[in-house]
């Protein structure tokens, strides 16, 4: 089991940077592929991107493709979410989840385990 904390979220001008940290506590953090999921008020929970367990492969969905990068500091237990050139239709709820040596993939069911997620507010 392992329990996942989002930070790093806040307000940003349009273009600009934020780098939002998922750090995990629990055993054997290597093993978790880990997903971005975003969030707006109304609209279901969609996938950014993952970086996989083992191998780091990574997977982004094309909106965010070339503008975000996800990395990962196993010794550190934590996750990175690096999204450059923001738009406003990037604000949202960001959460972090974790399946054990998932392959990365789109699908939020195969997530088990959730951040309570952390806000990224983007002005135009």
């Known amino acids: 089991q392992v329990q996942l904390v989002e930070s790093g979220g806040g307000l940003v001008q349009a273009g600009g940077s934020l780098r939002l940290s998922c750090t995990a506590s629990?055993?054997?953090?290597?093993?978790?592929?880990i997903g971005w999921f975003r969030q707006t008020p109304g609209k279901e929970r969609e996938f950014v991107g993952s970086?996989?367990?083992?191998?780091?492969?990574?997977h982004y969905v094309d909106s965010v493709k070339g503008r975000f990068t996800i990395s990962r500091d196993d010794a550190e237990n934590t996750v990175y979410l690096e999204m450059n050139s923001l738009k406003p239709e990037d604000a949202a709820v960001y959460y972090c989840?974790?399946?054990?040596?998932?392959?990365?993939?789109?699908?939020?069911?195969?997530?088990?385990?959730w951040g309570q997620g952390t806000q990224v507010t983007v002005s135009s």
């Open positions: 989840a974790a399946d054990y040596l998932g392959p990365g993939t789109e699908d939020i069911r195969r997530y088990d385990y």
């Open positions: 629990g055993r054997a953090f290597r093993m978790y592929t």
């Open positions: 970086i996989r367990a083992n191998d780091g492969g990574t």
